[in-house]
């Protein structure tokens, strides 16, 4: 079985200019997340896609970033224009739905991408 | 509401000699509970689960871990620390409703002393 897979593993971009960042889930999984880690820091939440549907969007730092998942199945991260603080690790993961599945499943994790804003 | 603390920021053993990584959750249901590592330039790497069936989990590279209802505890070890293991480790919990979250810790970085 494919793990969740994530393109680009590294990007540089300069400031202002706009990148794209793919995430592939695994094949059935309702559930995809992004999340990102910023210089070191805590990894933040940023989003919860059931299917195409935004179920949760509140940690989207600003109006610089957008989602979007359509037809359920891979979904795309777009920052434009980037920043410097946008630099950082995305993380996508995937996971099927604990409701029907005895509560318990996991998430699964890409290798992430390194974004770097120059 | 779910929460999980990861009580250290930093860990430094030497090598050979035991790890300990704790870990505290809060759960209004019953969790889901998993540890991952990054090593640097890496990517999120799943070490252990638990979900249900034995309290005490092993998982990979020797690590272990074990669910303490009572304690709310959740917390990593191994017996001998390896040059290798210098990582940062996360504690996840993961909701029971619909709302399918999953919660990080802030992380533990560990260091191993030659």
């Known amino acids: 079985e494919a793990g969740v897979t994530q393109f680009p593993s590294h990007s540089v971009i300069e400031k202002g200019q706009t990148v794209t960042l793919r995430c592939d889930p695994i094949?059935?999984?309702?559930?995809l997340y992004w999340y990102r880690r910023v210089m070191g820091k805590e990894i933040k939440f940023l989003l919860h896609f059931v299917k195409e549907s935004k179920q949760d969007e509140s940690g989207m730092p600003n109006n610089r970033f957008l989602a979007e998942r359509t037809g359920g199945t891979y979904s795309t991260l777009k920052v434009q224009p980037a920043e410097l603080e946008d630099s950082g690790v995305y993380f996508c993961?995937?996971?099927?739905?604990?409701?029907?599945?005895?509560?318990?499943?996991?998430?699964?994790f890409g290798q992430g991408t390194r974004l770097t804003v120059v | 509401a779910q929460s999980v603390t990861q009580l250290d920021s930093h860990v430094s053993v030497s090598e050979g000699t035991p790890v300990l990584l704790r870990c505290n959750y809060s759960?209004?249901?019953?969790?889901?509970l998993f540890w991952y590592v990054q090593h640097p330039n890496k990517g999120l790497q799943l070490l252990l689960k638990y979900t249900s069936a034995a309290t005490l989990v092993k998982g990979i590279n020797g690590f272990e871990a074990e669910f303490k209802k009572s304690e709310t505890s959740f917390h990593l070890t191994k017996p001998s620390a390896h040059m290798s293991d210098a990582a940062e480790y996360f504690c996840?919990?993961?909701?029971?409703?619909?709302?399918?979250?999953?919660?990080f810790g802030k992380g533990t970085r560990l260091h191993i002393l030659p």
């Open positions: 993961a995937s996971s099927q739905p604990t409701v029907g599945q005895g509560g318990k499943t996991e998430a699964f």
């Open positions: 759960s209004s249901y019953s969790p889901s």
């Open positions: 094949s059935g999984h309702d559930n």
């Open positions: 996840v919990v993961t909701s029971l409703n619909r709302d399918d979250k999953i919660i």
